[in-house]
């Protein structure tokens, strides 16, 4: 691994990666780590500068031309993947060899390789944490944009495009290039998974050289900065030829108001420093200040101890149907009374600001968070449920802001309320549903395991099945979310 690192350092020096002498880059059981010297580092340093030019994005790869980009989700990580399996392919023959041979040599153990065939065999320890994983978030982002297995998207793709593609490269550009097998493009898939950067508007999804190095904690002391407003065509941060079909107003480029110049900005993206970092430690990136363990997951093949962003969500219509579904008489044209949108925007969802069991979510998410906390977001869709079958649509929003202030005030133990109407019964109602919803998700959760059952399952896969554990762990924390929640809504409140 040592010979590895410097063949990567000597390609960032002639590539003019410029790293702080301070930062060192060490073999680590992932692949690659940075740690810090003898040195202590002080704030907002800029460690690591990388040109542009050094990163691999599909508009920079030597197949760019055959190679359909796209600026976001699973579509730009296939594209991304392509354009680093042909680069993986070329070998000593690509530009970013140096780089290239630096990482992992086989596949990032994700989950959702767990059940592929290799070699006519498949992994007994990754069938079995499949199969605890099914009804949790982790098994949400497993599923494709069309709801399909990503492993089914992920095989399409393959056959319908990587195949013909690097096929035509071969034959135009790269002779002799050696077709590609399955296995290889999930290799190159899960290095895109877990080590790729959306940087710009430009590049889009890109692998970022000694960026990815860098391994993920919450308490991190680095993150990188880009300028993500460039412009899509060319990827100038300042003005361009393509800035005449657009508005005087776009925001890729800066005048500089004393001669109408363009500012010189510097074409790098910086891992800055955002906390003072410690003598002799290692130093953490962050892959998303939100990010749960079920994402961490599925995403990157690990989860934390503790993840203060873990939560159960919802989609919309799943919510809808869980609520008809309790209903005497179903009304799936209008659950709500009165769309969606109108619902929400007209609800003032700071009278829960101080709330112990309500939260205002970062997202328009219908979820519990780790706290047990239900957003203001899935109690509306529950009371306004409620609300539809007693009042005329129109009552509708005033009864259920009416409900969240009377909720309050019961919270406050605001012995002046009436709790003998109305309102009351409502509330009583709404946490019900709130207990019922908790019970329906768990059905779903560890095969009828209790979490004393789960835990000593847990205590014997800790060395024998490290996916087995791994998912044991989700299914545990989802379990405990979900108790907690019940637990603060048991008893009408």
């Given at each position: 691994?040592?010979?590895?690192?410097?063949?990567?350092?000597?390609?960032?020096?002639?590539?003019?990666?410029?790293?702080?002498?301070?930062?060192?880059?060490?073999?680590?059981?992932?692949?690659?780590?940075?740690?810090?010297?003898?040195?202590?580092?002080?704030?907002?340093?800029?460690?690591?500068?990388?040109?542009?030019?050094?990163?691999?994005?599909?508009?920079?790869?030597?197949?760019?031309?055959?190679?359909?980009?796209?600026?976001?989700?699973?579509?730009?990580?296939?594209?991304?993947s392509l354009a680093l399996l042909i680069e993986l392919q070329r070998g000593t023959s690509s530009r970013w060899y140096g780089y290239l041979q630096s990482l992992p040599e086989t596949m990032v153990d994700l989950p959702v390789f767990w059940d592929l065939e290799i070699g006519g065999r498949t992994l007994e320890d990754g069938m079995e944490a499949l199969k605890w994983l099914r009804g949790t978030e982790v098994q949400k982002l497993l599923a494709g944009p069309d709801g399909n297995p990503l492993i089914e998207s992920i095989r399409n793709y393959f056959n319908e495009i990587v195949v013909p593609t690097t096929a035509r490269f071969s034959i135009k550009i790269a002779a002799g290039l050696v077709q590609p097998t399955f296995y290889q493009f999930c290799r190159a898939f899960s290095l895109v998974s877990s080590r790729a950067f959306l940087v710009d508007a430009y590049h889009g999804l890109s692998m970022v050289p000694i960026a990815d190095a860098f391994n993920h904690s919450d308490d991190h002391r680095v993150h990188l900065e880009t300028e993500y407003e460039v412009c899509p065509e060319c990827g100038s941060l300042q003005q361009c030829p393509h800035d005449q079909s657009i508005e005087l107003s776009s925001n890729h480029f800066t005048p500089n108001n004393s001669n109408d110049k363009p500012i010189q900005v510097d074409d790098t993206y910086d891992m800055v420093s955002n906390a003072t970092i410690s003598p002799h430690s290692e130093v953490f990136n962050t892959y998303g200040e939100t990010t749960s363990n079920a994402q961490l997951l599925a995403r990157y093949g690990f989860s934390l101890d503790v993840n203060e962003n873990d939560s159960i969500s919802w989609d919309f219509d799943d919510l809808i149907n869980f609520l008809e579904a309790g209903s005497q008489a179903r009304d799936l044209s209008a659950p709500l009374g009165l769309p969606w949108n109108i619902l929400s925007d007209s609800f003032d969802e700071d009278i829960f600001s101080e709330s112990e069991l309500l939260f205002k979510p970062s997202d328009a998410a219908f979820c519990i968070n780790c706290e047990g906390k239900i957003s203001w977001q899935l109690w509306l869709v529950i009371v306004s449920h409620k609300c539809a079958r007693l009042v005329p649509a129109n009552q509708v929003a005033a009864l259920s802001s009416e409900l969240g202030r009377y909720h309050i005030s019961r919270e406050k133990e605001d012995f002046e309320t009436d709790i003998s109407g109305m309102n009351n019964s409502l509330s009583q109602e709404i946490a019900y549903t709130v207990v019922e919803l908790c019970q329906h998700y768990k059905v779903q959760l560890g095969a009828g395991k209790d979490q004393e059952s789960l835990g000593n399952l847990l205590d014997e896969q800790a060395l024998s099945q490290p996916r087995t554990r791994l998912a044991l762990l989700q299914v545990i924390t989802e379990f405990s979310i979900v108790d907690s929640c019940e637990a603060s809504w048991q008893g009408g409140e």
């Open positions: 691994m040592e010979h590895k690192i410097t063949t990567l350092l000597n390609w960032c020096t002639i590539n003019d990666i410029q790293i702080d002498k301070r930062l060192r880059v060490v073999p680590d059981v992932t692949g690659l780590a940075v740690h810090s010297d003898s040195t202590l580092i002080e704030t907002s340093q800029t460690l690591v500068k990388i040109p542009k030019t050094a990163v691999l994005s599909v508009k920079s790869c030597s197949a760019s031309q055959f190679i359909e980009s796209s600026p976001y989700g699973l579509e730009a990580q296939l594209a991304l």
